[in-house]
């Protein structure tokens, strides 16, 4: 069963506006949750991660994730997106008692002038 | 910090040859973790060492594949022999503190079996 879900294989914006990247789990307990973003021909980088306390999370290059325990959910947030947002974005799990780093399917990221 | 490094960062080989792939973690990282990126099946964890013994290697698709971490600061994937399946970027990364919670990728290594 794929524990961690990003049900938008692409999604295309236009710079300055809003991005929300969906990400679901499909475990009981709260796992760890990440974000990593992968620009063409590099590897990945962590944007941001959750453990636990405050559910909005602040990560770098002005991205934020909010975890909502009701929705099984950690969405990926920027109020304002950039060209150089363009990329491959990554929701990843570690479920607690298991400690090994899973990976979404990823979501493509296409900013338009 | 030089980061990860990986090479070669473009390998082309026939079917059947031997395929080696490098990484140097970065210094002071005490996890070392080997990925492959395909397609069809996304990232997956192939290997991962702390404290350069291997810790799980469940996915390792077969005995054609093979890791070694010989010292902190050296790992090795080989695939022998090689088959077009192979096909696909191999990202190593590291970590400090022996886990899972903040990876570390090199740019990758692009393998093409003809």
């Known amino acids: 069963a794929q524990s961690v879900t990003q049900p938008d294989i692409h999604i295309t914006v236009s710079e300055g506006a809003s991005l929300e990247l969906r990400c679901n789990y499909s475990?009981?307990?709260?796992?760890?949750l990440f974000w990593y973003v992968q620009s063409p021909g590099q590897g990945l980088q962590l944007l941001l991660k959750?453990?636990?306390?405050?559910?909005l999370v602040q990560g770098i290059k002005g991205f934020e994730a909010e975890f909502k325990r009701s929705q099984s959910s950690f969405n990926l947030r920027k109020p304002s997106v950039h060209w150089s947002d363009a990329a491959e974005y990554f929701c990843?799990?570690?479920?607690?008692?298991?400690?090994?780093?899973?990976f979404g399917t990823g979501t493509r990221l296409t900013i338009i002038p | 910090d030089a980061g990860v490094i990986q090479s070669p960062r473009h390998e082309v080989t026939e079917m059947g040859q031997e395929v080696t792939l490098r990484c140097k973690p970065i210094?002071?990282?005490?996890?070392l973790f080997w990925y492959r990126q395909t397609m069809m099946r996304g990232l997956e964890l192939l290997i991962y060492?702390?404290?350069?013994?291997?810790?799980?290697d469940s996915g390792m698709p077969e005995d054609r594949f093979s890791a070694k971490m010989p010292n902190a600061s050296f790992s090795t994937l080989k695939i022998q022999p090689s088959e077009p399946r192979d096909s696909a970027v191999y990202f190593c990364?590291?970590?400090?503190?022996?886990?899972?919670?903040?990876?570390?990728f090199g740019s990758g290594t692009q393998l093409s079996v003809l």
């Open positions: 210094s002071g990282h005490n996890s």
């Open positions: 060492f702390n404290n350069n013994v291997p810790i799980d």
């Open positions: 990843a799990v570690i479920k607690v008692g298991n400690e090994k780093l899973t």
């Open positions: 475990y009981g307990a709260t796992p760890y």
């Open positions: 990364a590291s970590s400090p503190g022996g886990s899972f919670e903040k990876l570390f």
């Open positions: 959750y453990f636990s306390g405050d559910t």
